[in-house]
């Protein structure tokens, strides 16, 4: 289920609000809405592979208590039960993500002859698994209680609003919210205001944008024009941070709705000054995963630091997909980011902030072809294609038409990839806060705002459902 | 724990920093906001209910998802959700409404839709009226000269 689908909102959203608000009054009655409702959510789309995910949980549950009783008195045991857990959480994902890729390259380089499982890759694990190492690593670290309770452990892996498509929340950045929630009214205005946000994000511009990269990108490449290449390839750059950072608004809105914070994962990563900039601004909750979680503990930039970030990156790449184009792409922003710490790094800060952010933002798009294209035939030609390598034509008979027919969209939409809207949303909340009244019209300008925005984006989901049986597509 | 405290005492300072310029003034208009859009999604979700399911769509040209049977095999393979969703979708109150409002999105935002690899698209003519009855009849014309396509 979606968070951009009739069913998600009209139904499964209607239900868990209902029950949620109206139903439940203690913390515990709500925290038990919630936690029925997200098994619900993900046994819908998983209904075999749920038993995975309340098995991993129980692991880090018994693991963690383990790692709480030992680590005064004897850090071995409580180092021990850290290891077997967190071995096991991974084990779990390197069986159902990465096995079938192993034996198959493994195989096909020492010509042995090693199983294909063909298992499906459960919903959400490679966004669970990692929560649940947060949690037993900070518990083995004195950063975070143990939790005594399954069910509340539980309801902080599978909390369904960031479930399948993260933010990774850490768990020490939500330990007291799973017990008390401060709330009031101003935080669910917030919160469902942040929601459609995301959704019109993901129903309008993502969807937009997509159907404009797959005109380009899954075509014959061999027929494809260099305008037509940058084009699809730009669209692409459009949908993959319209989609992403519109599940994180969503999460982010839903979680506030029930009285949660979560992190911010995107901070406007399009206008970064340079690839390091950028990955302080891209999909936030991982880089600070794999920092505090693996480059730290490796020895950060203390010990063998090339090596570091090399692991680093590659694991960042694999995480995307078992697939070596994802391999690629880590160890391309490997190489780009060694190269900005020891040669380019204060060059790019002392140039004018302009030719730095270009510098960026053409070197994140070439990064999206290695992340678009697992076929490596097909990743090639794009490139040459991209490069004007190819002796393809310049530009193709339809380029034209579809820039121009897109062009209002394509300008809405690069407004949006910065932070125009931050700063409208500054001088907005300046206005609301001068006095009672415009507090009270800017409030009731932005339900009116928000209600309209409903409107359209309920239009845009129903619209993703017309399925035409076109007889003509001879 | 002294550096937990820190991080305490800097994450609370966050949050009164965030309390001070919330985006909503009124905890009232708040309140009042999530009401109202728990009322909107309730009321949709009785109204797809109560109206009587259509068994095809003029519109797509096409018979519209009956409710999925269940059986064990069915659910585990997922079969039995996703005709739950198609079911949900196709049924929607105001369904074709709906399609005519984002038709009119999309042309704002995007002249070329969904067309074949042929550079066939649908472009709909006629009176559209919310009332989700009166459909518009469809001519099917070449994306590049404009003339009609006959079937």
Not at chain 1, 55 to 64: K, M
Not at chain 1, 207 to 218: P, T
Not at chain 1, 423 to 439: C, Q
Not at chain 2, 99 to 112: A, R
Request: aromatic share 18%; hydrophobic share 50%; with cysteine.
């Amino acid at each position: 289920m979606v968070f951009s689908s009739l069913i998600f909102i009209y139904l499964f959203l209607a239900i868990t609000l209902i029950l949620y608000f109206f139903a439940a009054r203690s913390i515990q009655q709500k925290n038990a809405v919630l936690l029925i409702m997200s098994l619900f959510f993900y046994a819908w789309g998983e209904p075999k592979w749920i038993i995975l995910m309340l098995i991993s949980t129980a692991v880090e549950y018994f693991g963690a208590i383990v790692v709480d009783a030992y680590k005064e008195e004897n850090k071995a045991v409580a180092k021990g039960a850290l290891g077997i857990s967190v071995s096991v959480a991974l084990l779990f994902l390197f069986i159902f993500k990465y096995f079938d890729f192993f034996s198959f390259n493994f195989s096909s380089i020492f010509g042995t002859n090693l199983r294909i499982l063909g298992l499906t890759l459960p919903i959400g694990i490679s966004f669970y698994t990692f929560q649940t190492i947060t949690y037993i690593v900070d518990v083995y670290r004195g950063k975070a209680d143990v939790q005594r309770s399954y069910f509340r452990l539980l309801l902080y892996v599978s909390m369904f609003p960031q479930l399948i498509a993260g933010p990774i929340v850490k768990y020490v950045d939500v330990e007291k919210q799973l017990t008390s929630r401060k709330y009031n009214g101003r935080k669910a205005g917030e919160g469902i205001y942040r929601f459609l946000i995301g959704l019109t994000k993901k129903a309008i511009f993502a969807n937009i944008s997509g159907e404009v990269a797959s005109l380009y990108l899954d075509g014959d490449l061999a027929e494809l024009s260099f305008v037509g290449a940058w084009i699809g390839i730009l669209s692409y750059t459009l949908q993959i941070y319209f989609d992403f950072s519109a599940y994180s608004d969503m999460a982010i809105g839903l979680g506030k709705i029930f009285g949660f914070d979560y992190p911010e994962n995107f901070n406007y990563p399009y206008i970064a000054k340079s690839v390091s900039d950028f990955w302080k601004r891209w999909h936030i909750s991982l880089t600070t995963f794999f920092r505090e979680y693996l480059y730290i503990p490796l020895g950060g930039n203390r010990k063998h630091h090339v090596l570091n970030l090399l692991l680093v990156w590659a694991f960042t790449g694999l995480w995307h997909g078992a697939s070596w184009n994802f391999i690629l792409w880590g160890l391309y922003f490997y190489v780009l980011l060694v190269l900005e710490r020891l040669f380019i790094g204060d060059f790019l800060e002392k140039i004018p902030a302009v030719f730095g952010r270009f510098y960026t933002i053409l070197m994140v798009v070439y990064g999206w072809v290695f992340f678009y294209f697992d076929d490596m035939d097909r990743l090639k030609s794009f490139f040459k294609v991209l490069l004007g390598w190819s002796g393809n034509e310049f530009i193709g008979i339809s380029d034209k038409t579809v820039f121009v027919n897109h062009i209002l969209f394509f300008i809405l939409a690069v407004i949006a990839v910065t932070p125009v809207s931050q700063l409208i949303k500054k001088y907005f909340i300046k206005l609301a806060e001068k006095n009672k009244t415009t507090g009270l019209l800017c409030d009731i300008s932005l339900v009116v705002s928000a209600l309209f925005l409903f409107f359209i984006d309920t239009a845009a989901v129903v619209g993703s459902t017309y399925n035409p049986f076109l007889y003509f597509r001879f | 724990m002294e550096t937990r405290k820190v991080a305490e005492t800097i994450s609370s300072d966050v949050k009164t920093a965030e309390k001070k310029h919330s985006l909503f003034q009124n905890d009232g208009i708040g309140l009042a906001f999530l009401l109202t859009l728990i009322v909107i999604i309730t009321l949709m979700l009785l109204l797809s209910i109560v109206i009587p399911d259509k068994k095809i769509s003029e519109r797509e040209n096409r018979t519209l998802a009956t409710f999925p049977k269940f059986t064990f095999s069915s659910y585990f393979s997922g079969e039995f959700n996703t005709g739950i969703d198609d079911y949900f979708s196709d049924n929607f109150p105001f369904r074709d409404a709906f399609l005519n409002v984002n038709d009119k999105i999309t042309k704002l935002t995007s002249q070329f839709s969904k067309g074949g690899d042929d550079g066939i698209v649908v472009i709909q003519t006629g009176e559209r009226d919310l009332g989700g009855e009166g459909f518009g009849d469809y001519e099917e014309q070449n994306a590049d000269t404009g003339e009609e396509v006959s079937n």
